[in-house]
């Protein structure tokens, strides 16, 4: 049974009531994530505590977890990758905001008062993808060594050439 999520949320009146939104999302909802993954299936665990920091920033502090099939770029099969990300994100309303508290805090700029829970989920899920998908140890990475291999043997050969005497008789006669 999943775990139903509000759609949009007011952070700061959840906030005040401290609230604790957990449930589900199916991954085949978030269309940015749709776009590197070979699979619809599975979903995100969400937990999402709305409270404020020592300092009084309002914040949301979290886990995601979940399991997306990716695309190795090299070898092009497709592997599992495991999130396991856990957040803290401070909540700002103008780019100034942000500008002050980037240097220490992650923020997120909410704009309405609202705040989209996919949009936020998703966010999340892609920070924490790899920049380029690819097998932790990917068996093309041994093909890749026999290739360099090659390569050397051809670097000799060109060696052996400019050794040869003809060559140098036929610099001789450019001369
Ligand atoms: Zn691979």
């Known amino acids: 049974m999943l775990n139903r999520l509000?759609?949009?949320?007011?952070p700061y009146y959840l906030i005040e009531q401290r609230r604790i939104?957990?449930?589900?999302?199916?991954?085949?909802?978030?269309s940015r994530?749709?776009?590197?993954?070979?699979?619809?299936?599975g979903d995100v665990a969400v937990y999402l505590e709305f409270i404020r920091t020592d300092t009084g920033l309002p914040t949301i502090k979290g886990t995601l977890d979940t399991t997306?099939?990716?695309q190795c770029q090299r070898c092009l099969g497709l592997y599992n990758f495991e999130i396991n990300s856990e957040f803290e994100v401070v909540l700002i309303t103008t780019d100034a905001e942000a500008e002050r508290l980037q240097d220490s805090y992650d923020t997120w700029l909410v704009e309405n008062d609202k705040i989209f829970i996919k949009d936020f989920v998703?966010?999340?899920?892609?920070?924490?993808?790899?920049?380029?998908?690819k097998h932790e140890d990917c068996e093309l990475n041994?093909?890749?060594k026999?290739?360099?291999?090659?390569?050397?043997s051809i670097e000799i050969k060109q060696m052996e050439q400019k050794d040869n005497p003809f060559a140098v008789l036929k610099d001789i006669f450019k001369n």
């Open 6 to 10: 509000p759609i949009e949320v007011n």
């Open 33 to 41: 994530i749709q776009e590197l993954t070979r699979s619809n299936e």
């Open 21 to 30: 939104l957990d449930g589900r999302i199916p991954l085949r909802t978030l």
């Open 146 to 152: 026999f290739v360099a291999f090659d390569v050397n």
């Open 68 to 70: 997306i099939s990716l």
């Open 122 to 133: 998703e966010d999340e899920l892609l920070l924490s993808l790899p920049a380029i998908a």
């Open 142 to 144: 041994e093909a890749a």
